[in-house]
């Protein structure tokens, strides 16, 4: 029967994000997508004999969460690995890395991610030879840091990816070195893919159990949408891709994915004749994803001006360009040539200011693609720059969490200039479209985590201690819009998700309390960051719920 719909949630208080009706009762789903919205009565009177009906008892409804820059496939893969985020210390880090090699054969590879000596008390960077004493002279490893600009290696890694005393920096990366000239261990930016390359790559059954534990996690914290991005000139775009088509064709891909390609890539999309939006309305490739420079946390961000400290010391350094401007400009226009926006990392503010020179060269040679091009983290830029993103018609993809996780380390090696970090509400104000993602493994994936940084410029556990640069903070509705409308627009999705409007997918989350009311209230604590989703549905079914009533 026409009309009739096939689940019916009501009683709520769905923020809706549609300016149209930001609030409504109920919602109503036909298939995998919104049919009604609107007042208790008027959806209900859409029930039939076997629509599901489900009473929120008059909690907080939201669109599905995109999370706007996420490694889905590094993330997934990471929590199969040694997991080093949180450790207290070098020696917590080793010790959890000589129980997982214990558990492995001896000519295993033993890999893992998140450590971060910046939350030590004693910010020692890790060696070669400490990794050794933990794994043994034979047992390759290899452990990233958490923002993925750095790693770790031990000495048989190293062997077997052939670095000696005599090999050279590559271009783009820096080997870490003793005072001998032999390496250490350490790794930054492009000189990790020398390991990289001489890694086994993941079998099938593997990859699709990540995959899917990773998606099923996201579901848990309300994400049913990512824009998977892409690692510098390593390898794991084909893999991903090609694991995300076999869980797609066998039905298991509940997860909107927005797909980015490598810039190295390229040549294969012109050959093939593919652009932008091939796929569907689950998987589809999206940006051409090109990278600047490094990190912050690694000193690797590409600066105007030198770091103020940094430990070791490393007078004058001013980060790594990893990719030249003039590759990077014809890499844009071979992008735009093909259909393809673009998406490009850049942290430091001379980073950003090249990206963004390059981009008002781009918009004066011809017509633009119509997904609007990505500056990804716009982590540190110059006053002067920082309205030419909305001038330029650019997304500013950013990631509230990385601002409560690298405010210290930003007062340490920045100093004043600390204050032109993370503009969040400036870059609002400029008018710049903003999509919020974690990216995650780098950072926590759980978006309420990323809500409450955005919402109060302070970690939950030091709330006392007053906003970081609380200028910056913004209000609670223009983040949830990051986390949903903004990121559908970035992707040029908004005909289909990021809002609660009829004829757009049915994702959607229920939340244990309502973030409005915490807001006027007034945070103090974990009030946002401890939120739980106790309902998400994707394309209309339910993919993770806790105890709702249903009739």
């Given at each position: 029967?026409?009309?009739?719909?096939?689940?019916?949630?009501?009683?709520?208080?769905?923020?809706?994000?549609?300016?149209?009706?930001?609030?409504?009762?109920?919602?109503?789903?036909?298939?995998?997508?919104?049919?009604?919205?609107?007042?208790?009565?008027?959806?209900?009177?859409?029930?039939?004999?076997?629509?599901?009906?489900?009473?929120?008892?008059?909690?907080?409804?939201?669109?599905?969460?995109?999370?706007?820059?996420?490694?889905?496939?590094?993330?997934?893969?990471?929590?199969?690995?040694?997991?080093?985020?949180?450790?207290?210390?070098?020696?917590?880090?080793?010790?959890?890395?000589?129980?997982?090699?214990?558990?492995?054969?001896?000519?295993?590879?033993?890999?893992?991610?998140?450590?971060?000596?910046?939350?030590?008390?004693?910010?020692?960077?890790?060696?070669?030879?400490?990794?050794?004493?933990?794994?043994?002279?034979?047992?390759?490893?290899?452990?990233?840091?958490?923002?993925?600009?750095?790693?770790?290696?031990?000495?048989?890694?190293?062997?077997?990816?052939?670095?000696?005393?005599?090999?050279?920096?590559?271009?783009?990366?820096?080997?870490?070195?003793?005072?001998?000239?032999?390496?250490?261990?350490?790794?930054?930016?492009?000189?990790?893919?020398?390991?990289?390359?001489?890694?086994?790559?993941?079998?099938?059954?593997?990859?699709?159990?990540?995959?899917?534990?990773?998606?099923?996690?996201?579901?848990?914290?309300?994400?049913?949408?990512?824009?998977?991005q892409r690692m510098k000139d390593q390898t794991e775009g084909p893999l991903a891709l090609a694991t995300?088509?076999?869980?797609?064709?066998?039905?298991?891909?509940?997860?909107?994915?927005?797909?980015?390609?490598?810039?190295?890539?390229?040549?294969?999309?012109?050959?093939?004749?593919?652009?932008?939006?091939?796929?569907?309305?689950?998987?589809?490739?999206?940006?051409?994803?090109?990278?600047?420079?490094?990190?912050?946390?690694?000193?690797?961000?590409?600066?105007?001006?030198?770091?103020?400290?940094?430990?070791?010391?490393?007078?004058?350094?001013?980060?790594?360009?990893?990719?030249?401007?003039?590759?990077?400009?014809?890499?844009?226009?071979?992008?735009?040539?093909?259909?393809?926006?673009?998406?490009?990392?850049?942290?430091?503010?001379?980073?950003?200011?090249?990206?963004?020179?390059?981009?008002?060269?781009?918009?004066?040679?011809?017509?633009?693609?119509?997904?609007?091009?990505?500056?990804?983290?716009?982590?540190?830029?110059?006053?002067?720059?920082?309205?030419?993103?909305?001038?330029?018609?650019?997304?500013?993809?950013?990631?509230?969490?990385?601002?409560?996780?690298?405010?210290?380390?930003?007062?340490?090696?920045?100093?004043?200039?600390?204050?032109?970090?993370?503009?969040?509400?400036?870059?609002?104000?400029?008018?710049?479209?903003?999509?919020?993602?974690?990216?995650?493994?780098?950072?926590?994936?759980?978006?309420?985590?990323?809500?409450?940084?955005?919402?109060?410029?302070?970690?939950?556990?030091?709330?006392?201690?007053?906003?970081?640069?609380?200028?910056?903070?913004?209000?609670?509705?223009?983040?949830?819009?990051?986390?949903?409308?903004?990121?559908?627009?970035?992707?040029?999705?908004?005909?289909?998700?990021?809002?609660?409007?009829?004829?757009?997918?049915?994702d959607l989350i229920v939340l244990d309390r309502d973030l409005f009311a915490l807001e006027k209230e007034?945070?103090?604590?974990?009030?946002?960051?401890?939120?739980?989703?106790?309902?998400?549905?994707?394309?209309?079914?339910?993919?993770?719920?806790?105890?709702?009533?249903?009739?």
């Open positions: 029967m026409q009309g009739i719909a096939d689940l019916i949630l009501y009683n709520g208080r769905f923020y809706t994000v549609d300016k149209a009706q930001p609030w409504a009762e109920a919602v109503a789903v036909a298939g995998s997508f919104i049919v009604a919205v609107g007042n208790n009565a008027d959806v209900l009177a859409r029930a039939g004999p076997q629509t599901r009906r489900v009473d929120l008892g008059g909690r907080l409804a939201l669109p599905g969460l995109c999370d706007a820059h996420i490694h889905l496939y590094d993330w997934s893969v990471a929590r199969q690995q040694v997991l080093l985020a949180g450790c207290a210390d070098k020696a917590e880090m080793l010790a959890r890395i000589r129980e997982a090699a214990g558990r492995q054969s001896p000519q295993a590879w033993v890999s893992g991610r998140g450590w971060n000596e910046s939350f030590w008390t004693e910010r020692v960077l890790p060696t070669r030879a400490d990794l050794d004493q933990v794994t043994g002279p034979e047992q390759p490893a290899i452990f990233w840091r958490s923002d993925m600009h750095a790693a770790v290696a031990n000495s048989a890694a190293l062997q077997r990816a052939g670095i000696t005393l005599a090999t050279l920096d590559p271009p783009g990366g820096i080997i870490g070195r003793e005072a001998s000239g032999r390496p250490n261990g350490l790794l930054w930016e492009l000189a990790i893919n020398l390991v990289m390359a001489a890694m086994p790559i993941p079998e099938d059954d593997f990859l699709d159990q990540a995959i899917s534990a990773g998606v099923a996690e996201l579901h848990r914290l309300g994400v049913t949408a990512v824009h998977d995300y088509q076999r869980l797609r064709r066998a039905g298991r891909l509940k997860l909107r994915l927005n797909c980015n390609v490598a810039a190295h890539d390229l040549p294969h999309l012109a050959g093939l004749g593919l652009g932008s939006g091939f796929g569907d309305d689950v998987l589809r490739l999206g940006h051409v994803k090109f990278f600047t420079d490094g990190s912050m946390g690694s000193q690797t961000a590409w600066m105007l001006e030198p770091y103020e400290k940094e430990e070791p010391a490393t007078p004058d350094n001013t980060g790594v360009n990893v990719t030249p401007p003039d590759q990077l400009a014809a890499g844009f226009r071979q992008a735009e040539t093909l259909g393809f926006p673009v998406s490009v990392h850049a942290i430091g503010d001379r980073a950003n200011r090249v990206v963004l020179d390059i981009f008002e060269e781009l918009a004066q040679s011809g017509p633009r693609s119509a997904i609007p091009h990505r500056v990804e983290h716009v982590q540190i830029i110059d006053p002067a720059d920082l309205p030419r993103l909305a001038a330029l018609g650019l997304t500013a993809s950013v990631q509230p969490i990385h601002a409560t996780d690298d405010m210290d380390t930003a007062d340490r090696v920045l100093e004043e200039r600390a204050s032109r970090v993370y503009n969040f509400r400036s870059l609002a104000k400029s008018g710049a479209l903003l999509a919020f993602g974690s990216d995650a493994p780098v950072a926590d994936p759980n978006p309420f985590l990323g809500f409450h940084a955005a919402l109060c410029r302070q970690r939950p556990e030091r709330m006392a201690a007053g906003p970081w640069y609380g200028k910056e903070r913004l209000a609670l509705a223009q983040v949830i819009e990051g986390y949903t409308l903004g990121a559908a627009r970035a992707a040029g999705w908004e005909a289909v998700i990021g809002s609660l409007t009829p004829g757009k997918r049915a007034g945070i103090s604590g974990r009030e946002i960051a401890d939120t739980q989703v106790l309902l998400t549905l994707f394309d209309g079914e339910v993919v993770y719920s806790q105890d709702l009533h249903r009739e």
